[in-house]
């Protein structure tokens, strides 16, 4: 894995799967990186991540070259900030409603005037062992911003959204859209509709396109949708889910007499 690749794979339309990580324990991003999935994201807006077990988690993936990307608590210049200089390959926001929201994300994201404070002493710069001009143009080829689409603001908005520069690709939220609606199925038709006008506007302006699957088998009917780039479930949902499966496999069997 190469972390310098997944953006432009993520951009151009490839099949990409992820998963979230919602354990703050750098030996499952070890494990993770030998799964075959295409990157990681560190879940710190719904899972207790503080910048210590953040900081360990990216330094792993880091030295092992496996893009990791993180779901920051809130859409704060802080928080992006904090993500980007220990290491994270890019950021997703959540809560992006308006094209004002996403503007202040892709500046604060990014190096310039009113952006990413620049620090050449941190991990994902070297520790100060390369030229700024050198780590400015990493920045440019390597650093992924993605804005969440949760709520219904969000999806009236989503043309302005997609069209804002420095914005890579659009995460479709269902559960949150879902509860804003009403509604209690992510797969409801006005969840599925709001999905479609976020895929329109996407492929309108050429960004990527991805959002929360539950497990693989629901890939094929995303990707009607436009998704190409899937987080599936978690680690947590595949610790469960295999454990499950042992339990059932044993419990099934008939005592000897």
Same mark, same amino acid.
């Given at each position: ?10 951009? !151009?339309?490839?099949?990409? =799967? +992820? ?9 499952? %991003? ?22 210590? !077990?953040?900081? @360990? ?5 880091? =030295? ?45 994201? !990014?190096?310039?005037?009113? +952006? ?11 520790? =100060? ?5 050198? %780590? ?29 520069? +420095? ?20 797969? @409801? ?11 329109? @506007? ?56």
């Amino acid at each position: 894995m190469l972390t310098d690749n997944l953006r432009a794979r993520m951009v !151009r339309g490839d099949i990409l =799967a +992820g998963t979230f990580m919602k354990t703050p324990a750098y030996e499952l %991003v070890e494990i993770l990186a030998m799964s075959g999935l295409d990157f990681v994201c560190l879940d710190a807006e719904h899972a207790p991540f503080d910048r210590g !077990r953040l900081d @360990a988690c990216m330094a792993v993936a880091r =030295a092992l070259k496996f893009p990791i990307l993180v779901r920051v608590p809130d859409g704060s210049q802080a928080e992006i900030l904090k993500a980007l200089d220990s290491g994270a390959t890019g950021v997703v926001v959540p809560h992006v409603a308006t094209p004002e929201k996403a503007a202040d994300v892709a500046r604060w994201s !990014r190096f310039g005037h009113g +952006g990413r404070g620049y620090a050449g002493s941190h991990r994902w710069a070297g520790y =100060a062992t390369r030229k700024m001009a050198d %780590v400015l143009a990493q920045s440019e080829e390597e650093t992924i911003v993605i804005a969440q689409i949760e709520e219904p603001e969000g999806v009236n908005a989503v043309d302005a959204i997609a069209a804002t520069k +420095g914005i890579d690709g659009l995460f479709v939220g269902p559960a949150d859209l879902a509860v804003c609606y009403g509604l209690t199925d992510m797969a @409801a038709p006005e969840v599925r509709d709001a999905m479609k006008t976020v895929g329109v @506007a996407t492929k309108k302006h050429g960004k990527a396109y991805m959002t929360f699957a539950p497990n693989s088998e629901s890939g094929p009917d995303l990707n009607k949708l436009g998704i190409t780039t899937f987080f599936v479930a978690s680690e947590q949902s595949y610790m469960l889910a295999g454990a499950k499966q042992v339990a059932a496999g044993l419990h099934s069997m008939k005592p000897k007499d």
